[in-house]
């Protein structure tokens, strides 16, 4: 059985939605039956497997609606229909009918999500496979569920606090440029048809605004390929690898960033730790969650380790960017037999560590774009103010 996407006449209005059928051509008897007129049946393909972000709300709405009807007892058939359109999660939902059609057919739920990395990455299908063998599918998809919306809340926090310096940057950009490209000549252009010696500060912003109205499109397709030449250096594995290694050493933006992984790595271990997903294949899923390549090779290197018989502690020492702290705190829960607890409390050591990161950062990343623009703010001014002041000296 297969999930079929289509648009239908009803009473001369269209609407749409799914049909679970074995064919398009059963899908559309079904909706014959049901006194609609079928316009198109299409099947649902599985578009969510390139990366996970963009289905941070959908998915956190999905788990939680999952872990409450899982939890009412419902069969997971019907959880999986209920849940297959919550509001504002439309996108998720085609990808949530197809990982249906396929229990129906007998599959596990864990081997229904992998053909779905995007929405449902590999720590969530290792975490719902043990959830699944060890009959605790409902306690595991709450705690999948917190995980999501925990990782959603770090994110809008993260974006909320850079709205302001990006808008203030992009402000000041449109600005200057409005100013460069039509104010600054009519304004010292007086100057020039008055023959007047121009100080070099003024004939400097002249000639930059010369530049600006006469080569701008130039200069536009210039930095627009520039743009797409980077975009695709990035693409090499070896350079991003790379640039993660050496963002991971910067002063402020590395203190950030490795106070991320950690808290990320440590929560996500903690989540599968806790549902009973073995020491190997947790490490490999939490390696899988990172961006960082540098974060996901030390990860699976690690991973390495335990395959070898060395405890996650031991394996996971030799991490540079993992705190001594949250090294400390796994090895104490390793010896006290509550590793999910003690990775629990080391991700909201780390998150907390994350938060205090970010404002400092924000704290000097404020004052030097103010500082830059009003530097370049004085620049105008000047260039603009000396010419009137060497006139008015000379006509005095």
């Not at 290792?126 to 699944?132: D, M, P, T």
């Not at 950009?173 to 039509?182: D, I, K, N, P, R």
């Not at 500060?201 to 397709?221: A, K, N, V």
């Not at 030799?318 to 104490?332: A, C, M, N, V, Y």
């Amino acid at each position: 059985m297969a999930a079929y996407e289509y648009r239908a006449l009803d009473q001369e209005r269209e609407v749409r939605g799914l049909v679970q059928a074995d064919t398009a051509r059963q899908a559309r008897a079904q909706l014959r039956e049901r006194g609609l007129l079928p316009l198109s049946v299409d099947p649902v393909a599985s578009r969510s497997g390139r990366g996970s972000a963009r289905y941070g709300r959908e998915r956190a709405l999905i788990l939680r609606q999952m872990a409450a009807l899982l939890n009412a007892g419902l069969p997971l058939d019907e959880v999986l229909a209920l849940s297959a359109d919550p509001a504002g999660a439309r996108r998720a939902g085609r990808a949530l009918a197809t990982i249906r059609a396929r229990v129906l057919e007998g599959h596990a739920l864990s081997d229904a999500m992998v053909e779905h990395p995007g929405l449902f990455p590999l720590m969530y299908q290792r975490s719902v496979a043990a959830g699944e063998q060890a009959g605790q599918l409902d306690q595991v998809m709450h705690r999948l569920a917190d995980h999501a919306e925990q990782q959603l809340a770090l994110a809008r926090g993260l974006i909320v606090a850079l709205v302001y310096p990006l808008l203030l940057a992009l402000i000041s950009l449109v600005v200057v440029w409005g100013l460069l490209a039509f104010v600054v000549p009519r304004v010292v252009g007086v100057f020039e048809h008055a023959r007047q010696q121009l100080p070099w500060i003024t004939r400097s912003l002249l000639e930059l605004s010369r530049l600006l109205s006469e080569q701008g499109g130039w200069l536009l397709l210039a930095l627009t390929l520039l743009a797409a030449a980077l975009a695709a250096a990035l693409r090499t594995e070896s350079l991003r690898a790379r640039i993660d290694r050496r963002l991971l050493g910067l002063p402020l933006i590395g203190r950030l960033l490795r106070s991320r992984a950690s808290a990320l790595f440590s929560r996500t271990l903690a989540i599968l730790v806790s549902s009973a997903v073995p020491a190997v294949d947790a490490l490999r899923a939490a390696a899988e969650v990172s961006s960082n390549r540098k974060v996901r090779a030390d990860l699976m290197a690690a991973a390495d380790r335990v395959r070898e018989g060395a405890s996650i502690s031991a394996a996971l020492e030799p991490l540079e960017w993992l705190p001594s702290l949250t090294l400390r705190l796994i090895r104490g829960g390793e010896h006290a037999g509550e590793l999910g607890d003690m990775l629990e409390h080391a991700a909201a050591l780390q998150e907390a560590d994350l938060a205090d990161a970010g404002q400092v950062l924000l704290a000097v990343l404020q004052p030097l774009l103010i500082l830059l623009v009003g530097l370049v703010v004085l620049y105008i001014v000047l260039a603009i103010l000396l010419p009137i002041m060497n006139l008015s000296q000379l006509l005095g």
